[in-house]
Structures are given as structure tokens and as C-alpha cells.
């Protein structure tokens, strides 16, 4: 069975001091305006697959 992301917890990351975000089944797309923090999301995803953090955040 492959590995599902039910849950994302983001605290003290850029501008984030805190969110959490239950992902609902079947979720496939993030969407939103300008400067509403898709790019922090997709962020704290690759720092939990791995990628190194930038000195910024």
C-alpha cells in the first residue's frame, strides 16, 4: 500500500508561525493567490523528503 500525507504540520518556517492542514482524501492540487503560501507548503515538503533548508527560513 503506498504512503498517504493525511496531515501537515508547519510551525516557525519563513513566514508560517503555525498551520495545520488536514489533507483530505483525494486531494491533488494546491491553488490560491499571490503571496498565500503555496511555496511555503511545497517547501516544508521537500525539507521533510530531504532537501537541505535554505539559511533564509
Do not use: C, H, Y
Amino acid at each position: 500500500m503506498p504512503a498517504v500525507l493525511n496531515l501537515l504540520r508547519i510551525k516557525n518556517l519563513a513566514l508560517v508561525e503555525e498551520l495545520e492542514w488536514q489533507i483530505a482524501p483525494g486531494f491533488t492540487a494546491i491553488t490560491g493567490e499571490t503571496g498565500a503560501g503555496k511555496s511555503i507548503i511545497i517547501g516544508a515538503l521537500q525539507l521533510l523528503l530531504g532537501e537541505r533548508a535554505d539559511k533564509s527560513l
